[in-house]
């Protein structure tokens, strides 16, 4: 990605000097590893096809480089509403945080999401959140990253295991794949917490060649 380039000064006026030198920066734009989910049907269908709809919509923020797996799981908080259907994504992206996490917020009103009606951990169209942006950590009033519970959910961990599974938090040497076990040993009770599932709309693809089905 073209992040920058260097000039020596001349004069725009005057001719162009044969030993003119440019020196190009390449900059990778960071990852951010974005949480999705729903329960509810939105316009573009049930929620396995509003996930897919809203990954295209994510191409709008940076670069879909891969997803996970889609999972039934278990509502959280409140039990009395219908299974979630989950996956993370990895989005290169040159938007700073607070930017992306408003991008992401269009998205989800795109898809019927209404934050300021409900109740928490109720039913939803669409949910996006900022699991991790690259090896930042961020903690301002509607902003957290790393994302402050995503450890102790299963919904979260088992599909970002998937496709990040040596990512890791700086602060605490931990990878992704040591919370998910450490995670999935206190949860084995609950076979059905987490389950995958198959859609004809939704294809997982392996990280670092855009969005491409995995090998079978």
Same mark, same amino acid.
């Given at each position: 990605?073209?992040?920058? %380039?260097?000039? &020596?000064? =001349?004069?725009?006026d005057g001719p162009v000097s044969p030993g003119l030198r440019v020196r190009v920066t390449?900059?990778?734009? &960071?990852?951010?590893?974005?949480?999705?989910?729903? /329960?509810?049907?939105?316009? %573009?269908?049930?929620?396995?096809?509003?996930?897919?709809?809203?990954? /295209?919509?994510?191409?709008?923020?940076?670069?879909?480089?891969? @997803?996970?797996? $889609?999972?039934?799981?278990?509502?959280? +908080?409140?039990?009395?509403?219908?299974?979630?259907?989950? !996956?993370?994504?990895? $989005?290169?992206?040159?938007?700073?945080?607070?930017?992306?996490?408003?991008?992401?917020? @269009?998205?989800?009103?795109?898809?019927?999401?209404? @934050?300021? %009606? +409900?109740?928490?951990? +109720?039913? @939803?169209?669409? #949910?996006?959140?900022?699991?991790?942006?690259?090896?930042?950590?961020?903690?301002?009033?509607?902003?957290?990253?790393? =994302?402050?519970?995503?450890?102790?959910?299963?919904?979260?961990?088992? &599909? *970002?295991?998937?496709?990040?599974?040596?990512?890791?938090? !700086?602060? #605490? *040497?931990?990878?992704?794949?040591?919370?998910? /076990?450490?995670?999935?040993?206190?949860?084995?009770? /609950?076979? #059905?917490?987490?389950?995958?599932?198959?859609?004809?709309?939704?294809c997982p693809c392996a990280c670092g060649g855009g969005l491409f089905p995995r090998d079978?």
């Amino acid at each position: 990605m073209l992040a920058d %380039a260097a000039f &020596p000064e =001349h004069d725009p006026d005057g001719p162009v000097s044969p030993g003119l030198r440019v020196r190009v920066t390449l900059k990778k734009m &960071p990852t951010a590893y974005i949480g999705m989910g729903g /329960n509810l049907a939105s316009a %573009a269908g049930p929620p396995d096809a509003t996930l897919a709809a809203a990954v /295209n919509r994510l191409q709008s923020l940076g670069r879909v480089t891969c @997803r996970s797996s $889609l999972y039934s799981t278990a509502p959280v +908080g409140y039990a009395a509403q219908p299974r979630f259907v989950n !996956a993370v994504v990895a $989005l290169e992206t040159g938007l700073p945080p607070r930017a992306l996490l408003q991008g992401l917020m @269009r998205i989800e009103q795109e898809f019927g999401r209404d @934050r300021t %009606a +409900g109740f928490q951990n +109720g039913p @939803r169209t669409l #949910d996006l959140d900022i699991l991790l942006y690259g090896d930042l950590r961020v903690s301002e009033p509607g902003l957290e990253i790393p =994302h402050p519970r995503m450890a102790d959910r299963a919904f979260v961990m088992v &599909p *970002l295991a998937e496709i990040a599974p040596y990512k890791g938090d !700086a602060t #605490d *040497l931990k990878s992704v794949a040591q919370w998910h /076990n450490t995670l999935e040993s206190s949860a084995r009770s /609950n076979a #059905d917490e987490v389950v995958s599932i198959q859609s004809d709309v939704w294809c997982p693809c392996a990280c670092g060649g855009g969005l491409f089905p995995r090998d079978p």
